[in-house]
């Protein structure tokens, strides 16, 4: 059995990592495994971890809209998740996505408690 350990998006393809999503509220309940797959599924941040080597060629400027390391905002459900064949389930971490599904780029981030 063989494992990815490294991936190079290709083409108009970008590599992100979606942020965790948590697994219990403020409050402390902690939600089922079902309604955290949901979260992460229907995440919608993530840093930019690789970059295809033709992404936004095919648009007027054809320059990037961000770089590897930037934290970005991309259509919901877009993309496409890794199998990983040791737990048997496709991987959380990872998530290869078209260039024009990003759709922001954050430039100014704050940690709130609430």
């Known amino acids: ?3 990815i350990k490294a991936l190079k998006p290709l083409g108009h393809r970008v590599l ?3 942020d965790d999503v948590d697994s219990k509220t403020k409050s402390g309940i902690i939600l089922i ?3 955290t797959r949901q979260e992460r599924q229907a995440q919608v941040v993530g840093t930019v971890v ?3 080597d033709t992404c936004w060629m095919d648009t007027p400027s054809g320059e990037p809209w961000c770089q590897v390391g930037d934290r970005v905002v991309f259509a ?3 993309g496409m998740k890794i199998w990983n064949p040791v737990e048997g389930k496709y991987r959380d971490d990872l998530l290869i996505i078209n260039d024009l599904d990003i759709t922001a ?6 940690e709130i408690n609430v």
């Not at 780029?105 to 704050?110: A, G, R, S």
């Open 33 to 35: 495994d079902e309604t």
């Open 50 to 52: 690789e970059i295809g």
């Open 16 to 18: 992100i990592k979606p």
């Open 105 to 110: 780029l954050i430039t100014e981030e704050e």
């Open 76 to 78: 919901k459900y877009s």
């Open 1 to 3: 059995m063989k494992v």
